[in-house]
């Protein structure tokens, strides 16, 4: 089987768009290159030139394409008219909702090119499985890295067994340019669905050494219009303690601040699973737990567990703080009615 994948020229990753996918998708290039020599093109279909800037560290080997662009739609267009003659691809295919016209073009590609389609088929997700090759995942059990490694297996190529590490381009002037003067935390509040949000009671708490220490600022990350919750969350600290950066950084730049800083602190999102990358200390809150997305790969990291699900709980590789009045005090848990039950 090795020598027969060997021939393919690129693995072909679809991308929604979203950061936290997004970083999954350039370590999943990254063993692809390390272990195959097969190099990768993402094509981006939102928020394409943040990404982009994101994917710099790769550009060796990563290609991101704007597939809103007409640019992009001609190489896309390309790519697929190749497939039908010479040019053999492996597509990924992430789990998504069952809808028609995915089955149709995935037996298309399946039958009709010189496609590979390879997916991940996880038993706890009713997701739209394509033709191709399917790869057995759990998300209760392993890490996504650890479900890439079983992708390069199953395809007859070597796991690469080192957890992720962000790749990027080092450059300190980048906290001259943004006015940070001394050591510092990060806080990034915010994620991409409000019900992974946390109380600014329970926020307070946890900054409170820093808060107090004259020695720390206290640099906000997250998007333009994140600042308005992230300043009343930091209404009672000192304005002059507090650097806010929503908005502001590049993809780059957003990457060395958290390279530089002390700590980090933050939710279940996508800048998350960058620090973690980074194997920097770090303090996490998690709503719904799955193994799959988690970072205590990053032994520099502690994570707060404040909701969880009985058939989705393992602790064996966490730090994990979950006090049933903790949850009972801080945590609306009106979101978890369609489960069966929820484990404090």
Sequence with gaps: MNSFFKKHKRLIIVSGG????????????????????IK????????????????????EFVTCVDINS????????????RS??????LVYFLPMPLKKYLVQVSNFLHYCTRTVIISNVYEQMQSFVPA????????????????????????????VQEAPNMLFVKDKGVLDKYGISKKYIVLHPTPSNAV???????????LSPYIADPTYLIVSTGTYKDYEYTSELLSGVCKEKVVHLEGL??????????????????????????????H????????????QFDVGFNQNSQIEVISTVDNVLDLTRLNLIAAPDFIAKYCDLSFLDNYNKVVS
């Design 196 to 206: 992974r949000r946390i109380e600014r009671q329970r926020w307070l708490e946890v």
């Design 249 to 278: 950084p590049n993809g780059q730049e957003l990457i060395n601040i958290f390279y530089f800083s002390e700590k980090y602190f933050g939710v279940h999102t996508g800048t998350t699973h960058i620090v973690a990358a980074l």
């Design 70 to 81: 007409v640019a992009g739609k001609f190489k896309f267009i390309v790519a697929f008219f």
């Design 280 to 291: 920097k200390t770090m303090f996490v809150f998690f709503a719904l737990w799955y193994k």
């Design 18 to 37: 979203t950061l936290g996918d997004h970083v999954l998708f350039l370590d999943l290039a990254y063993r692809f290159y390390v272990s195959a020599n």
């Design 40 to 59: 990768s093109i993402i094509f981006i279909n939102h928020n394409f030139t943040f990404l982009n800037e994101i994917s710099v560290g790769y550009n």
């Design 132 to 159: 191709g090759i399917h790869v057995q995942a759990d998300i209760t059990t392993k890490y996504y890295f650890e479900q890439a490694n079983d992708i390069l297996k199953a395809l007859g190529f070597s796991a």
């Design 84 to 89: 039908l003659l010479f040019t053999s691809y």
